[in-house]
């Protein structure tokens, strides 16, 4: 048999037989990267440290001091109160598929041996929208860090308010400001974490009125999308408009810390941050 007919080393596995799921391509650099290697380099490309989507559950793996997580809210559900059509169905198909209540996790945890609450947005449910449980949750979180004399945290990944709610979306922007204030008040840190995307009324709100904003690399942050805006505006976009690097270089973001030292640098903050006992 001549070399250039050699039969395959694995007969009947081509491409179409390789099983499904178990790589990703890289955005950025193009790479592909099996999922293990994914979940070993915190879902950050290890090739061009592309920042991928993480869930909630594995950014507070990432940032908690071992066992001290105490998730708090559990089982608050969402309403229909517009009567949106099949909001309610598509509700419980979501809840089913993430196994989450609503876009946020919210609970208590250590950084570094400082005590906070955290808030954390998961993308995956319903694109990580802020609907009346995301701002209930959040500003119970709040309160609860007043009570409890905790720093806060918030990690947004969010398309902004979510439109089946109407009004009473809306209105969680105000609500969670104001228990911001509250905190404030209280002399109690906030730091916000801004992660792909940050974007419509959660870029409006809570998410960059921190006492420190922080961003990950190469993250949308924005109110409205670059399309919409040029649309709007008739202008071209300066480069990188509405990417973290953009918003540090024009004062909306403090720092741009890569994934891999999130939690040191939050613990460094909030050792500064925390009042005296």
């Not at 909001?87 to 250590?110: H, N, P």
């Not at 404030?184 to 420190?212: K, N, Q, R």
């Not at 922080?214 to 408009?241: D, S, Y």
């Amino acid at each position: 048999m001549g070399i250039f007919n050699k039969p395959p080393l694995r007969p009947g596995r081509g491409r179409d037989d390789m099983p499904e799921g178990l790589w990703a391509k890289c955005p950025d650099c193009g790479a592909m990267l099996h999922k293990l290697e994914l979940k070993q380099h915190l879902q950050t490309c290890h090739h061009c440290g592309y920042h991928f989507l993480m869930d909630s559950r594995e950014r507070i793996e990432l940032l908690a001091d071992p066992n001290t997580f105490q998730e708090t809210e559990q089982g608050m559900i969402s309403a229909n109160p517009l009567g949106f059509t099949n909001y309610r169905e598509k509700v419980g198909g979501m809840r089913d598929k993430t196994g989450l209540d609503d876009a946020v996790v919210t609970g208590r945890l250590s950084i570094g041996g400082q005590p906070a609450m955290i808030a954390v947005m998961d993308f995956k449910f319903f694109a990580g929208s802020m609907g009346s449980v995301v701002g209930e949750k959040i500003t119970r979180a709040v309160e609860l860090a007043i009570a409890e004399k905790r720093g806060v945290v918030i990690i947004s990944a969010s398309s902004g308010a979510r439109m089946q709610e109407g009004m009473l979306s809306l209105m969680q922007m105000a609500k969670t400001c104001g228990a911001l204030a509250r905190l404030s008040e209280a002399c109690l840190p906030y730091i916000s974490v801004m992660t792909h995307p940050t974007t419509g009324g959660v870029t409006a709100s809570f998410a960059t009125i921190g006492d420190i904003n922080l961003a990950e690399p190469k993250c949308m942050i924005g109110f409205a999308g670059p399309r919409v805006v040029k649309e709007t505006t008739h202008q071209n976009l300066p480069p990188g408009f509405q990417t973290a690097e953009f918003m540090l270089e024009h004062g909306l973001v403090d720092a741009i810390v890569p994934r891999p030292k999130l939690r040191d640098k939050l613990a460094q903050l909030l050792g500064y941050m925390m009042p005296v006992a």
